[in-house]
Each structure stands twice: as structure tokens, then as C-alpha cells.
């Protein structure tokens, strides 16, 4: 299988250090990437990096991950709670799927207790903080050398 994985964000996560640190921490996205490229980079994966506020965007670049990649790590944001067309577009893509929320969202307001997402998804972290990201990336590398 393809050592290419996507890892991509939803709405807002382009705040992150800025939003509610006591929920998301203090580390931005730029971190969260380099941290992404140096784990990525110890365990022999191909990485690309996404953040966009766009529904269709995300889709886009789910769809272009059905063509060459191994596996998506994807934080959806809020799209996780309302988004089917995320879930379908994960449905059509035939990798490793984790789903990857920063803060606990189970600890959190009921409307984030559900995710269209993980119907689709093979794993789910929440509640890692950011170091979840490199924690996801780990785990896609054990999936991939176990598939050969
Ligand atoms: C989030 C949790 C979502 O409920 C929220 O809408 C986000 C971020 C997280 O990373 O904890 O934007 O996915």
C-alpha cells in the first residue's frame, strides 16, 4: 500500500494557539505540521498537509487521496457532526482512516457525541491534545508495514 498519507483539518483549526487554548492548547497548526513532517519523516511515510474552512475542499483532497495515498488522518472540525458528504467521500476512498479530534469531545457539549465520520473511520482519538497528530501518523506507519 501507498506510504502517502494525507493528514487534514476542518474549520477553524487554522486558530489553533489562538482559540480556546484551554480546550485546543497553544501549539498552532504550523506546529502541529512540523511535528506531522518529523514523525512522518522517522517512520518513512510521504506526508501532505491540509487545512481549509471549505467542505468541498476537504472532499477534493479526499478524493485526490483515493488516487495515491495510503491513509487520511482527518480532524473535520464541526464538519465531523454534520458532514454526510465527508463520510461518503471517506467511503469511496479505500485506506486507513483515523479520525482525529484534539479536545475530548465525549466530555464535551452532547452535539459533538456523534460523528457521521466515524461510521467510516478505522480508529478514533480524541482527547491526545495535538500530540494526537503524531500519535495517528505512528499508527498509519504500523498499519502500512503490516499490509507489506
Ligand atoms: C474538534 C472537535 C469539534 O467538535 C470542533 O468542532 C472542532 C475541533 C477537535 O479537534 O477537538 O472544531 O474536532
Known amino acids: 500500500m501507498s506510504r502517502l498519507a494525507f493528514v487534514l483539518n476542518g474549520p477553524n483549526l487554522n486558530l489553533l494557539g489562538k482559540r480556546q487554548p484551554h480546550i485546543y492548547g497553544h501549539e498552532t497548526m ?28 476537504l472532499i477534493d483532497w479526499i478524493h485526490e487521496a483515493r488516487e495515491v495515498a495510503g491513509a487520511i488522518v482527518i480532524n473535520p472540525g464541526a464538519f465531523t457532526h454534520t458532514s454526510i458528504a465527508i463520510l461518503d467521500a471517506l467511503n469511496a476512498f479505500e485506506g486507513v482512516v483515523i479520525e482525529l479530534h484534539i479536545s475530548q ?44
Do not use: I, P, W
Not at 32 to 51: I, N, P, S, Y
Open 30 to 57: 504550523a506546529d502541529v505540521e512540523t511535528d506531522c513532517r518529523k514523525t512522518a519523516e522517522t517512520h518513512g511515510l510521504e506526508l501532505r498537509f491540509h487545512q481549509s474552512n471549505r467542505e468541498y475542499e
Open 105 to 148: 469531545v465525549h466530555k464535551r457539549e452532547s452535539f459533538r457525541h456523534h460523528s457521521y465520520v466515524s461510521l467510516r473511520a478505522d480508529a478514533v482519538m480524541a482527547g491526545f491534545g495535538t500530540q494526537g497528530y503524531t500519535l495517528a501518523l505512528q499508527r498509519v506507519a504500523r498499519l502500512l508495514d503490516a499490509a507489506g
